[in-house]
């Protein structure tokens, strides 16, 4: 079963607006990541917190985590249409794998 | 760096039929993931190598899937026969080390479609 839950399954916003969108997950982790798909493309990674930071940002990304309640949220500032994507959270266990949710749809209008 | 380059992009094949997926992963990077994504099941880890060894294989979801890394630049997914629910699209990626906290490298992805 999928670790990471993203919520909420699709959000559509007008350029400009922000976006955010949360993960929850079930176990204790070590990290915990975000990656992009576009359209027919493959995940693009862009952000790693670490179990014992809070928040970290990377230009228009903020993530924050809270292990406390096994919750993540990303936010997409001044958001622009090429932000249009699915977002992932993916969580890591004990081992090496890498545990990946259903995603969230974002749709940036003009 | 050209990334992870996976071919065919496409491949539209007939229920039983050999289908042979291949992956050249980054170069300089020691572990490969093959992940099949659907809508239902979103994206499923089927197999890891670490230095071309599989370490794990336990999401290959029947003995009709093998896979192989005979040489750290290339890497192979098989499925013999196909089905039409082996219908995905199947990524392959890379990371430096394997390790949990390493970002994975992800291709483009085969889209594969089994009639």
């Known amino acids: 079963s999928q670790q990471g839950e993203e919520d909420p399954q699709a959000l559509s916003i007008q350029e400009g607006e922000n976006a955010t969108m949360n993960c929850s997950y079930k176990?204790?982790?070590?990290?915990l990541q975000w990656y992009r798909q576009n359209s027919g493309r493959g995940l693009v990674h862009l952000i790693l917190?670490?179990?014992?930071?809070r928040e970290k940002h990377s230009g228009r990304l903020r993530v924050t985590l809270d292990t406390s309640k096994k919750s993540s949220s990303l936010l997409i500032t001044a958001s622009r249409a090429a932000d249009t994507a699915s977002y992932f959270c993916?969580?890591?266990?004990?081992?090496?794998?890498?545990?990946f949710g259903a995603g969230t749809t974002v749709t940036v209008r003009a | 760096d050209a990334g992870v380059i996976q071919s065919p992009r496409h491949e539209v094949t007939e229920m039983g039929q050999e289908v042979t997926l291949r992956c050249k992963p980054i170069?300089?990077?020691?572990?490969l993931f093959w992940y099949r994504q659907t809508m239902m099941r979103g994206l499923e880890l089927l197999i890891y190598?670490?230095?071309?060894?599989?370490?794990?294989d336990s999401g290959m979801p029947e003995d009709r899937f093998s896979a192989k890394m005979p040489n750290a630049s290339f890497s192979t997914l098989k499925i013999q026969p196909s089905e039409p629910r082996d219908s995905a699209v199947y990524f392959c990626?890379?990371?430096?080390?394997?390790?949990?906290?390493?970002?994975?490298?992800f291709g483009p992805g085969t889209r594969l479609t089994v009639l």
């Open positions: 190598f670490n230095n071309n060894v599989p370490i794990d």
């Open positions: 917190i670490r179990s014992n930071e």
């Open positions: 990626a890379s990371s430096r080390a394997g390790g949990i906290t390493d970002t994975q490298y």
């Open positions: 176990t204790s982790i070590n990290n």
């Open positions: 170069s300089g990077h020691n572990s």
């Open positions: 993916a969580t890591d266990g004990n081992d090496y794998k890498l545990s």
